[in-house]
């Protein structure tokens, strides 16, 4: 006999809801959830696939370590792996002390998960050492919003794509990043054909492909182009000049600054017409509610806060913020990179959006969890802790759920870091990632369809997760690990408090616990309940104690979460990409993501019908840049950076202009005989995000 049980898609932060179909303890089939608000019963090719990846292939079904990194791994059990590993982070911290180890989770965790990993290392070991793959991903966009609007939180929803009236796509590609939310822009343009639609993307994307006004602007330009839409919007006196007064800090300062981004000026820098930065700038203000969708492209890059930052002052300017239809609206990258902000899984961060420089935040948390202090020392961002392990400064880490071996830039210097750890512990799904052979020891963990927990999708939504199938083999779910490493580490320390600090028999204790230390902070969900959420479905936050729903908008009433209730202008401005090219690298080169893969293919690689598409990753390239090469469509090219080179077959791309190219990011060693796109890419940061600058890298191409 099968059953259903409702859960979500592991792969993008739409957050989809699925009806996960077993029978037998075996996942049989997949379809969308039709009372899930993100997708109404709606799945892309790989949330539809996600049944195929649940088989069983490649997974790791029982501990094993080695004991060196020569030799190959060998079975173990749990109480010798867990006892092995608290013996050697116990060693580390008494010789080196506690910042001597880290910890690298991820976006794909759950929030529960992500609370105890964070407690782990907080509360237990004292470092705030943990950091996760959603540096990668969205840091940018929570130091922009903490920047221009006082807090980590999205202010729209969904349903504001359907009441928009100009939509400002820019650094995004959701026809194949974020296919569902594609889907509404499609369904939103068939109900207003007068719809506006603006795409600000270097590459004539799938989703450019459907703009009324495509800005093919230079990678990187981002800050030129909005600061003279700002510029346009000010001199034609478009702006809402009582809604800057009344709610906003900072206004003088920028637009004195952007008094000098005349359209021309932009147009010289970014490569596009100045009567199409017009055009946009006037649709923006002039079209009805004005909603921007954002994503990787502002993110990755070096200056990616004031990216952010840069568009949000649109909406300040011109008061679209906090209404149906209008407002900024980062779209997350990864399923669950909200929720691990939301318990504060980055070394910047603490619980419940609170931040690790506010002594009184620190003494609130250490309240809550009953320890004398939290460290005040920041812990290591990704790029600088992998920086760390290959200096000696870090030498121990603990890897949950991500593949830092192909996902981080300059992986030359990651995987150096990871060689010369001490001590690597990863704890995965799937047995065989670039990251398992640098591991000391292996822990197999639960993966889709066989957790139970919460997860936050890009308009602040939480849905419950349920499990449709027992853990395959050994495997645990991930916080039961980390509770029962955590108790054996503390008596290894000799701290008599850790039974109390790790009290938990189900995900929904530490759930529980989790939303007692929302109450009273932004994202308050002092209401929810794994009950209410089994009752009434997926919720919005906040959702404050006695609330009878989730809030749909934030900053409707025009108050922000700063000090005084007023949000920030910040006087941005243009910066060029870290990387410019040169005579000995030309090209710009670019990367994305394709329709039927996911990050690093660890799950969608497994599937056949997801190739269909793509079998193998191709440089697509402007065809005169091809000509002057001597190339044509299919050679074999070798693309060659500061740090190495990789060989692909190359494609020619009308959507790209001269002088750039493109490649998908999902290939690693694992899937072809050379490593993928991130080890071309620098590791420069920006410097209020420690986000890294994946997105762009200056290159030549020639005939391998
Ligand atoms: Fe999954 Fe994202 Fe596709 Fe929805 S849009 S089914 S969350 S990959």
Redesign the pocket.
């Known amino acids: 006999m099968s059953q259903e049980v409702k859960s979500t ?1 592991c ?2 932060g ?3 809801g699925v009806l996960i179909r077993s029978e037998g303890g075996v996942i049989i089939g997949v379809r969308g959830d039709p009372d899930h608000p993100a ?1 109404r019963g709606r ?2 090719t ?2 539809a696939s996600l049944h195929l990846t649940a088989q069983g292939h490649g997974r790791l079904l029982h501990p094993a370590w080695r004991p060196t990194r020569e030799q190959p791994v060998q079975r173990s059990d749990w109480a010798t792996a867990l006892d092995l590993a608290a013996e050697r982070f116990a060693a580390i911290i008494r010789e080196h002390g506690p910042d001597a180890v880290a910890f690298y989770i991820s976006g794909q965790l759950l929030t529960e998960d992500y609370y105890v990993f964070n407690k782990l290392a907080k509360g237990l070991i004292g470092t705030n050492n943990v950091d996760t793959n959603s540096r990668l991903c969205m840091s940018s966009a929570v130091a922009g919003y903490k920047q221009t609007l006082g807090a980590d939180a999205p202010p729209c929803c969904y349903e504001d794509i359907a009441a928009a009236g100009t939509l400002l796509i820019a650094g995004a590609n959701p026809a194949l990043a ?3 939310v594609f889907r509404q822009i499609e369904d939103a343009r068939a109900a207003n054909p007068a719809m506006r639609i603006i795409v600000v993307d270097p590459r004539r994307s799938e989703t450019a492909a459907i703009a009324d006004l495509h800005l093919a602007i230079r990678p990187g330009t981002d800050i030129a182009l909005f600061n003279a839409m700002l510029h346009v919007l000010i001199a034609e006196d478009r702006i809402d000049r009582d809604y800057i007064a009344a709610h906003t800090d900072g206004f003088a300062p920028l637009a004195e600054l952007v008094g000098e981004c005349t359209p021309q000026w932009a147009a010289a820098i970014c490569g596009v017409a100045a009567e199409d930065i017009v055009r946009a700038a006037r649709w923006f203000a002039g079209s009805g509610p004005a909603l921007s969708l954002y994503c990787q492209g502002l993110n990755q890059s070096a200056h990616g806060t004031h990216n952010n930052a840069a568009i949000i002052h649109l909406h300040l300017a011109t008061g679209q913020i906090g209404k149906p239809g209008a407002g900024p609206f980062s779209l997350t990258g990864q399923p669950n990179a909200m929720g691990g902000r939301e318990v504060g899984g980055l070394a910047n961060l603490l619980s419940a959006h609170r931040d690790l420089a506010n002594p009184a935040h620190r003494a609130e948390v250490a309240a809550l969890w009953g320890i004398p202090s939290v460290p005040a020392r920041p812990g290591k961002a990704a790029v600088d802790l992998f920086k760390a392990l290959a200096s000696g400064e870090i030498k121990a880490v603990w890897i949950a759920c991500t593949n830092p071996a192909q996902s981080l830039p300059n992986q030359a210097a990651v995987r150096a870091g990871l060689a010369r750890a001490e001590f690597v512990v990863l704890q995965e799904t799937f047995a065989d990632t670039d990251t398992a052979a640098y591991a000391d020891l292996l822990l197999p963990a639960t993966g889709w369809g066989e957790k139970e927990g919460t997860v936050t999708n890009s308009e602040r939504r939480i849905t419950r997760l349920r499990s449709a199938v027992p853990a395959p083999g050994e495997a645990r779910h991930d916080w039961q690990i980390v509770v029962d490493f955590g108790r054996r580490l503390g008596q290894k320390l000799g701290n008599p408090t850790v039974d109390r600090l790790f009290p938990y028999k189900t995900a929904e204790a530490i759930f529980t616990e989790h939303v007692a230390t929302t109450r009273g902070r932004d994202l308050d969900i002092g209401g929810l309940s794994y009950a209410l959420l089994e009752q009434r479905g997926p919720q919005q936050w906040p959702f404050p104690e006695g609330a009878t729903s989730g809030r749909q908008r934030l900053y409707a009433n025009g108050r922000f979460p700063t000090a005084d209730g007023r949000a920030r202008f910040v006087a941005v401005r243009h910066q060029a990409t870290v990387e410019q090219p040169d005579a000995a690298r030309p090209l710009s080169l670019l990367s994305g993501r394709l329709r039927d893969q996911w990050h690093g293919m660890s799950r969608t690689g497994l599937v056949p019908r997801l190739f269909n598409l793509d079998d193998e990753p191709c440089l697509a390239m402007n065809g005169d840049d091809m000509r002057q090469r001597q190339l044509a469509d299919g050679d074999l090219v070798r693309v060659s950076g500061a740090r190495g080179d990789i060989v692909v077959r190359v494609v020619a791309d009308a959507g790209l202009a001269a002088g750039r190219c493109w490649l998908p990011m999902h290939w690693g060693s694992r899937f072809m005989n050379s490593a993928g796109v991130n080890a071309l890419v620098g590791d420069a940061v920006d410097p209020h995000s420690q986000q890294p600058e994946l997105k762009h890298v200056a290159v030549e191409v020639a005939a391998a």
Do not use: S
């Open positions: 898609c792969y993008c739409v957050g989809c997708n799945l892309c790989k949330g974020h296919p569902i």
